[in-house]
């Protein structure tokens, strides 16, 4: 399978631990995104990243959220002090872009990890 | 990037063809107008896209109006695995810059029944 994968699917955990989910994105894209998911609701952009680079962190949801992707592969997000209103899903997209003008931005999304907090 | 409205749900009847329309009335010249789709419990999907011409492949044909205020997504001949949550939305094209967000910017879209 050489799509977007996420790992863990799900994860329950207490409220005040940290988790960590990590993307793989499609090999070649250079573009990694970070969405959030809550029921009823579409999906909000959190961050992303430009191969290693994060270039947009302001729409992290507190200080408590943090991003990786240390060799512009992979990537990790962290929620520190986890409170039961982070329970959502989290999903991760990539994409693959070049030159100066972007035409056009087909992400392409995993299956999302749903985080319970209780 | 522009505000859509969609409904929030619809029906369609197996095998018919589902329309599903989006205003947004607010576009500007340089922004597209895209879809998406979210069937349960998997990640969106990407749909189609276009600028101000109807554009058709091989999942949809998107028709936009000639004044770019709205759009209809069509999908030809519905099947029971077309049941999902479609999202319209307005982008506009950008100069890399090294910054600035990049997300999409996702509403609540419209739940598509097919109802067989």
């Known amino acids: 399978d050489t799509g977007v994968s996420q790992d863990p699917r799900h994860k329950i955990t207490k409220r005040g631990q940290n988790v960590t989910f990590r993307c793989d994105p499609i090999s070649e894209h250079n573009r990694l995104y970070w969405y959030r998911q809550t029921l009823g609701q579409g999906p909000e952009f959190l961050t992303y990243?430009?191969?290693?680079?994060?270039?947009?962190k302001s729409r992290l949801l507190s200080d408590r959220f943090s991003a990786e992707r240390p060799k512009g592969s992979f990537s990790t997000l962290e929620i520190q002090r986890t409170e039961q209103g982070d329970s959502a899903m989290y999903l991760c997209a990539s994409s693959l872009e070049s030159g100066r003008v972007r035409r056009y931005n087909e992400q392409f999304f995993g299956p999302g990890t749903r985080l319970t907090v209780l | 990037d522009a505000k859509t409205t969609q409904p929030p749900s619809m029906d369609c009847a197996e095998g018919r063809a589902a329309n599903l329309p989006c205003n947004h009335s607010t576009i500007s010249g340089n922004e597209y107008v895209y879809w998406y789709r979210q069937i349960h419990s998997q990640g969106p999907q990407y749909i189609i896209h276009?600028?101000?011409n109807n554009e058709t492949n091989e999942m949809a044909s998107l028709i936009i109006t000639e004044d770019r205020k709205s759009s209809t997504l069509i999908l030809p001949h519905a099947t029971l695995r077309d049941t999902a949550v479609y999202y319209c939305?307005?982008?506009?094209?950008?100069?890399?810059?090294?910054?600035?967000?990049?997300?999409?910017?996702f509403g609540k879209g419209t739940h598509l029944i097919i109802q067989p």
């Open positions: 276009g600028l101000k």
């Open positions: 990243f430009q191969n290693e680079a994060q270039l947009e």
């Open positions: 939305i307005v982008r506009g094209v950008t100069m890399y810059s090294g910054g600035g967000a990049d997300g999409l910017t």
